[in-house]
């Protein structure tokens, strides 16, 4: 006969997890992809899965009113106003994301698509040699955005590992997820945008939040949200570090993620709401 388990024990279990893990720590440790690394290694993830296409799946519907031919056309776009803004080009710095790149998605229609995933493993490829060497500490505006050089590409790494799965959805394959030393920028980026995502959400309320994101590559941060004030609400916010990143990616919604909260549930369904306002799709 089995035993029934104690009442609340996952809660305690879950309330001792938040309170052992410090800021910043990682269990396990995994070593840290730089921020090149990340990217380079999220191209070669997407350029792989578009290999993997067998001809009918470059005309499928997967984002917006675009096919995987056009997403891919659209991330070619990317890779160009990257160059642009790398350059320092101030024609890129307030574009819209999507109107800037529109043509680049368009001009795929009806081309071999052997030369569209071509054309996109050398955008990426000039990408990667144009901050070879160069100052990551540097600061670049694009599509409304001022980040740095390190930043950005982090930022880039996200927005391939998310298309890539957009893609591996409309295909009917399996998800993806980075590995856990491509998680550790991306979590480290995705949590210190956090405030920046509660201004874009109307969250002005001052919340100190102590964020587990649990799993390989994930970590423990402290998180100061909304105005200061020197008594925020204080509130814990547990969750698989994967999910985490698909919510930051706009990809699932806060009620689609499996969490465990300390304190106000209001307040921490605001918090992921704000993680996801920072997508630019």
Known sequence: MTASLPAGLRERVMAATHQVRQAGQSVPEVSEDSPAEAFGHAADAFYQTLCSLTGDDWGLPVLRDLDVQGLVGHLIGVEDDVQRALAGDPGVASTDHVQSTQPAALRQAGRPTAG?????????????????????????????????????????????????????????????????????????????????????????????????????GGGTWDVAVGDPSPEPAALGIVTDVVGFCRLFSNRIAPADLDVFVTGDPRLARSVLTAATALALD
């Open 116 to 216: 569209t995933r071509e054309d996109w493993r050398r955008a990426a490829d000039r990408t990667l040699a144009a901050v070879t060497g160069g100052d990551l500490d540097a600061v670049v505006a694009l599509h409304g955005f001022p980040l740095r050089v390190r930043d950005l590409l982090v930022a880039r790494t996200f927005e391939l590992w998310t298309h890539e799965n957009d893609i591996r959805t409309a295909a009917g394959l399996s998800l993806a997820a980075p590995a856990p030393s491509t998680l550790q920028p991306m979590t480290r980026l995705a949590t210190a945008l956090l405030p920046f995502g509660a201004v874009f959400t109307d969250l002005h309320e001052p919340v100190s939040v102590h964020l587990v994101l649990t799993g390989p």
